[in-house]
């Protein structure tokens, strides 16, 4: 876990997954993959098989061991609901976020019908909870469009748009039952540019549409000069957020306790782990 992330719109990230495969044009200059391929070889480091696809078990209970309320960014290096992660791990991945109810997670994902048939099904449990906010990647409408209308369509409390990074105009956008927007241009050594107009467009249907609106960044090589301004000013708007109270660290022991042995059971019959979860 990574405790003050440096992505503007969450506090924390958290990898029980490790690596990923490309699947649109959003996925190029993929930052998570840039990351990790720099340590693929080297012993001992987390990312020594570089972007390959891995499940880190041992990282699963690590949100009952924070002991202040966070915005936490699930799988910020990879995707959840990627074919090669198991629905029995999805699920063990879920089961963390309901027992550490004091977070507000963020799940993030491309394969948004695999998003919809999971909350739809083994996810139930999860899917209307307020403090669990699932998401979609929207990069361009060809990708990004039906990757909403999949968001939409699944039953989930809280539903957002991660529109980054923006690649052309998205032109008029349903927003109904959308909670949150974020918008985004992409960074970095060739990073494609994005028009302001596209922004602005999208801030007001947000407005129009009682959206709230995130604007992370213009983007661009030098992403720090080019700042976080629209018209003058920053938007830095979120949905709401439940408060609760931070369990006892001895209960959330227990809690961790209980976990790691339906997680024994639930992953060893899917001989999905090898060692033991740690408490
Ligand atoms: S889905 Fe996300 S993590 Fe996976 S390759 Fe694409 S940008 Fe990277």
Redesign the pocket.
């Known amino acids: 876990m990574s405790v003050h992330s440096e992505i503007e719109w969450t506090d924390a990230t958290w990898n029980p997954v490790r690596g990923?495969?490309?699947?649109?044009p959003?996925?190029k200059h993929?930052y998570?993959?840039t990351f990790a391929e720099r340590f693929r070889g080297v012993k001992g480091h987390p990312y020594e098989q570089g972007f390959d696809l891995r499940l880190i078990p041992e990282k699963l209970l690590e949100p009952l061991s924070w002991r202040s309320s966070k915005l936490v960014f699930v799988n910020s290096?990879?995707?959840l609901f990627?074919p090669g992660v198991p629905d029995a791990y999805v699920e063990a991945t879920s089961r963390v976020m309901i027992t550490a109810n004091w977070h507000t997670y963020q799940v993030l994902t491309?394969r948004s019908e695999r998003l919809h048939e999971l909350l739809s099904q083994k996810l139930q449990f999860a899917a209307m909870q307020q403090h669990i906010w699932w998401g979609v990647?929207v990069e361009n409408k060809k990708h990004g469009l039906p990757r909403i209308d999949d968001l939409r369509r699944a039953p989930a409390a809280v539903r957002f748009l991660s529109v980054e990074p923006l690649l052309e105009d998205l032109g008029e956008l349903d927003l109904s039952g959308i909670h949150w927007v974020i918008v985004g241009g992409e960074s970095g050594p060739g990073a494609r540019p994005i028009q302001k107009e596209w922004v602005i467009s999208i801030r007001n249907q947000c407005r129009e549409q009682g959206v709230p609106f995130f604007f992370k960044q213009w983007g661009g090589v030098r992403k720090k000069t080019a700042g976080r301004l629209l018209q003058g000013r920053t938007y830095d708007e979120y949905p709401s957020r439940v408060v609760r109270e931070i369990p006892e660290r001895s209960r959330c022991v227990e809690f961790a306790e209980k976990l790691s042995q339906h997680f024994r059971a639930l992953l060893f019959a899917n001989k999905l782990v090898r060692f033991p979860l740690s408490t």
Do not use: E, H, L, N
């Open positions: 990923c495969t490309k699947i649109s959003g996925c993929c998570a993959q290096m990879s995707d990627q491309k990647s």
